[in-house]
């Protein structure tokens, strides 16, 4: 089992900048992929939505709606994925989840709750 704990939430002015750090604990060893997703408010039906993932020797990939404002990085020696996001709008208001892929087990965090201001 791996827990997820992520932080770093909380309320932005539009056009500031959050950075979101999800701390992996318990058999947290060979976690290929991390990531984050995003669910908007007033969307329980709604999928969660990719905002970036990092695979590990490989690369990152994001959303297109976050390219060039957001970064996903990794620290394997401290078990942390973070999301540096810059820019922020109103349209990222969502709460924020931690992501892992362990062979063919999904892990996720309890979410973050960030929120843009106009």
């Known amino acids: 089992q791996v827990q997820l704990v992520e932080s770093g939430g909380g309320l932005v002015q539009a056009g500031g900048s959050r950075r979101l750090s999800c701390v992996a604990s318990?058999?947290?060893?060979?976690?290929?992929?991390m990531g984050w997703y995003r669910q908007a408010p007033g969307t329980p039906g709604k999928q969660r939505e990719l905002?970036?993932?990092?695979?590990?020797?490989?690369?990152?990939n994001y959303a297109d709606s976050v390219k060039g404002r957001f970064t996903i990085s990794r620290d394997d020696a401290k078990n942390t994925v973070y999301l540096q996001m810059n820019s922020l709008q109103s349209e990222d208001t969502a709460i924020y989840y931690c992501?892992?892929?362990?062979?063919?087990?999904?892990?996720w965090g309890q979410g973050t709750q960030v929120t843009v201001s106009s």
């Open positions: 992501y892992a892929l362990q062979g063919i087990d999904v892990y």
């Open positions: 318990g058999r947290n060893s060979d976690i290929k992929i």
């Open positions: 905002v970036a993932l990092i695979v590990s020797g490989v690369g990152t």
